[in-house]
């Protein structure tokens, strides 16, 4: 698979007016995305993730590394057009809806007619076809979000980055959301999505990255992410729940959590005392879990702060 | 050419309230003229048309010192600039932009003065050619403006605009051709009917020079500026 966004060991900090360093934003922050993946790009607020997006996009200049997205250097123009993006705050020009989507498609070239068929059907994605007229600065935050993935998807788009794309939308809305991820997936289109919100994540991404105060801490498939921990976890029924001293009754089940290696000797244990061997399955923990893990240092640091 | 037109016609679309405001004063100087005496009231009239060419000039300043603020201050530029709009795209968008609105309000100025003025003595021609003169200035004052707001928030913009402006005014024939913005405006502001003002044709070509020099300069500056600081 070609990979269509990379950074290489990029550093972004930002001075203040007189030249002091003020905030380090990026340190060596290294991170690839193949083609045709939904990757989550997580990490706690003031982490960088907006950062490394804004690098991407040219709109900040690192201090020091480089990168690529789609084959050509951070910033390149023309590369652009074959990007679609979705800030964090969407902000848009208040126009009549499909004023809007136009004009920002024409930005990127798109010739007349294709582009009328552009805009319906963007609008019709985001399901706000019936609204194409009405003015955005008459829209709710939900509707803002929606025309702000429409703007994305206009020039319908090699690469999708969107930053916090579900965060303002209620629960049908992010379903919609997601089905349309999934769908431009099932099209090649490789997606970068950056999120706070962990259960969408785990629903739609193929790899994630975790970032903590800069720098990447964990990346890789999220599958294996999740079943990282060395523990298998046992269900069983028909033996004396003493047979373990940390066993869990649930119903007429039973569960046990132990270390991998001792899988083996616990199953003989159960057959041998006449039980039942219901599964046996890697202990997955939850995307939740994970991160917490991974970003505690800087959490912790962020409530002592808040705490002061 | 196409994302500039698009930027340009954004951006004045969303100038229609200051440009109407601008426009109401035209109305009523046309009333004014309309209404007073052509044997008493050519004076008047006159001071007017020339604190409507002041006020034209303020309002370039207006226009170029808040305009990337205000896309930024917004986010909106984010949007923009994820298309594939260069900066300097998009800065030529924003100085076509304010054209257009200037343009728009020296055509309507200038319509209404061939009225006014022309029933005090001024030629058709001249006060075609104040107006030309009106919008080259409008817009060498605009890109300056800019070029100071690409690192400079909107008041020292303005303030470095009218400084640099200013200097010209100071010392009257020692700097004819940098900045000519006193140059191009100061004989519509001493223009008398028997005594109208000439246009400098080689100031008019040096000035709109200038304003691509400044654009430069401005994309330069301005594509090595961060768009957004971190939000997080």
């Known amino acids: 698979m070609p990979v269509v966004l990379q950074y290489e060991s990029v550093n972004k900090f930002y001075r203040s007016w007189w030249g002091r360093r003020t905030a380090i934003a990026l340190q060596e922050f290294s991170l690839s995305v193949q083609a045709g993946e939904i990757f989550g790009f997580l990490g706690p607020n003031g982490a960088g993730k907006s950062t490394a997006i804004h690098v991407a996009l040219g709109f900040t200049r690192?201090?020091?590394?480089?990168?690529?997205?789609?084959?050509?250097?951070?910033?390149?123009?023309?590369?652009?057009?074959?990007?679609?993006?979705?800030?964090?705050?969407?902000?848009?020009?208040?126009?009549?809806?499909?004023?809007a989507i136009r004009f920002y498609g024409g930005l990127n070239g798109l010739p007349s007619p294709a582009l009328s068929q552009a805009v319906r059907e963007v609008l019709q994605s985001v399901d706000l076809q019936a609204e194409a007229h009405r003015k955005v600065g008459q829209f709710s935050r939900g509707m803002l979000q929606r025309m702000g993935l429409a703007q994305a998807l206009v020039n319908d788009p090699e690469l999708l980055i969107l930053?916090?794309?579900?965060s303002a939308l209620d629960p049908a809305g992010r379903v919609a959301v997601r089905e349309l991820l999934l769908r431009a997936r099932e099209r090649g289109k490789t997606i970068f999505l950056s999120s706070h919100l962990l259960s969408e994540v785990e629903l739609v991404c193929d790899k994630v990255a975790m970032l903590s105060r800069g720098r990447v801490v964990r990346t890789g498939r999220l599958?294996?992410?999740?079943?990282?921990?060395?523990?298998?976890?046992?269900?069983?029924?028909?033996?004396?729940?003493?047979?373990?001293?940390?066993?869990?009754?649930?119903?007429?089940?039973?569960?046990?959590?132990?270390?991998?290696?001792?899988?083996?000797?616990?199953?003989?244990?159960?057959?041998?005392?006449?039980?039942?061997?219901?599964?046996?399955?890697?202990?997955?923990?939850?995307?939740?879990?994970?991160?917490?893990?991974?970003?505690?240092?800087?959490?912790?640091?962020?409530?002592?702060?808040?705490?002061? | 050419m196409r994302a500039l037109l698009l930027i340009s016609t954004n951006f004045a679309r969303d100038q229609l309230w200051p440009l109407f405001f601008l426009l109401l004063w035209v109305v009523g100087w046309a009333l004014f003229g309309f209404l007073s005496d052509p044997r008493t009231a050519g004076a008047d009239a006159l001071l007017i048309f020339k604190q409507l060419v002041a006020y034209t000039i303020a309002f370039s300043v207006f226009f170029g010192s808040s305009a990337i603020r205000a896309d930024q201050r917004s986010r909106r530029i984010l949007g923009v600039l994820s298309k594939a709009v260069s900066r300097t795209q998009y800065l030529g968008g924003l100085l076509a932009g304010i054209a257009l609105v200037i343009g728009v309000f020296c055509w309507c100025l200038g319509f209404t003065a061939t009225w006014v003025l022309g029933r005090f003595g001024f030629s058709v021609a001249e006060i075609w050619l104040g107006m030309l003169a009106l919008l080259t200035a409008c817009l060498l004052t605009a890109s300056l403006t800019l070029f100071f707001a690409t690192f400079l928030p909107p008041v020292f913009s303005a303030i470095?605009?009218?400084?640099?402006?200013?200097?010209?005014?100071?010392?009257?024939?020692?700097?004819?051709?940098?900045?000519?913005i006193y140059t191009l405006v100061s004989?519509?502001?001493?223009?008398?009917?028997?005594?109208?003002?000439?246009?400098?044709?080689?100031?008019?070509?040096?000035?709109?020079?200038?304003?691509v020099v400044l654009l430069l300069a401005a994309s330069w500056i301005f594509s090595r500026r961060d768009l957004a600081v971190a939000t997080e």
């Open chain 1, 62 to 99: 690192p201090n020091s590394g480089t990168g690529s997205m789609l084959g050509h250097r951070f910033g390149h123009v023309g590369t652009r057009r074959r990007v679609g993006f979705l800030a964090e705050n969407v902000a848009l020009y208040d126009r009549p809806a499909a004023a």
């Open chain 1, 163 to 166: 930053d916090e794309p579900t």
């Open chain 1, 223 to 308: 599958r294996d992410l999740l079943e990282a921990s060395n523990q298998v976890e046992i269900v069983c029924r028909n033996i004396p729940s003493t047979l373990f001293p940390a066993i869990t009754v649930d119903g007429k089940l039973l569960r046990l959590a132990l270390p991998k290696e001792q899988g083996r000797r616990a199953i003989e244990m159960i057959w041998a005392a006449g039980g039942e061997i219901v599964s046996v399955n890697p202990s997955r923990r939850s995307l939740e879990d994970v991160f917490l893990e991974l970003t505690a240092p800087a959490a912790s640091i962020a409530g002592k702060v808040n705490s002061a």
């Open chain 2, 160 to 180: 470095g605009t009218g400084l640099l402006a200013g200097i010209p005014a100071m010392r009257e024939g020692s700097f004819t051709f940098i900045l000519p």
């Open chain 2, 187 to 211: 004989p519509i502001l001493a223009g008398e009917a028997q005594n109208p003002w000439r246009a400098n044709f080689h100031v008019l070509g040096m000035a709109w020079i200038e304003i």
